[in-house]
């Protein structure tokens, strides 16, 4: 339906208004953002090339559009408000979809390039990712593709939103609206260990082994549902000292003494081992990613090609 279908006082003026005003919102938004970067009127000014007067009129408009105050204005001093860093993470998520907008519809018939969003945690299977990238990048140079680390929650999350096209899970996730493919058996998981630690000197540690030490559990509760799984009936007798979302600070706890991260196994040769050594647990525990992609979505041309380069792949995982 045409804008003159919804509007009975339309006009092609005011269709090309209501295209500029869209673009000088997303114009503030990026101002907003350099204030916020800077700390200072006069130096993001500086870096926009507009003088500090106008930069300020935008502002204090854009504050008085969401009728909320951004910034404490201290003399030369600015910092966020709550409302200010709120809006500071809601114009990045816009203006990364702006910029994938002007990506996907840039494409060429001959010509492949824009950004791949990939959302993935800490684990080995991420080497899996590697190697699909790395074919990916032979056939296709002028893709760039953009890595964010999180958890499957988060990574699940910016993908609803449509800010990461590719998710990399750990077993348990929701799968129910994507398209995905089950790699299997690469994930083992392991508890963290200071090298002088008398249980670093075994192949294995047991549960037994752990149920008086201070642990430190994955935060998401669906894979400590997998860790209580493991424990059976002794679950209630170990000793959480910490949680943690990803598992690189985890090992920083563990290697200042604070705790045994139970996580899954990190490649070693990413990790010191004279600071934190990995052992697998033992019975044996192993979980399995899935790398997936919403169902139904219209994708650029980047990244259906990426998609048909992980699904041509698959022969080749472990």
Known sequence: MLDKDLNPNYTEDSSSVTRKEMDMELRVLKYFLMVAKEQSFTKAAAQLHITQPTLSRQITALEEELHTKLLNRAGHSITLTEEGLLLKRRALE????????????????????????????EFAAVEILAEICRSFREKYPRVQIAIHTGTADDTLE?????????????????????????????DHWVVGLRPEDPLAQQEYVTKEELLDLPLILPERLSVQSEIANWFGKDFERIHVAFTSNLGTNAGVMAMHGLGYPISIEWAPRYWREDALVQRRLYPEITTSTVIAWRRNIPYSKAVSRFIEEIQ???KNWC
């Open 94 to 121: 816009i203006l990364d979809l702006e910029e994938r907008i002007m990506d996907e519809f840039s494409d060429k018939d001959d010509l492949v390039e824009g950004t791949i969003n990939v959302g993935c945690g």
């Open 158 to 186: 910016m993908m609803n939103k449509g800010l990461v096209d590719i998710g990399l899970f750990l077993e348990p996730v929701d799968t129910s609206d994507m398209e995905y493919i089950r790699i299997r058996g690469c």
């Open 312 to 314: 041509s792949s698959e």
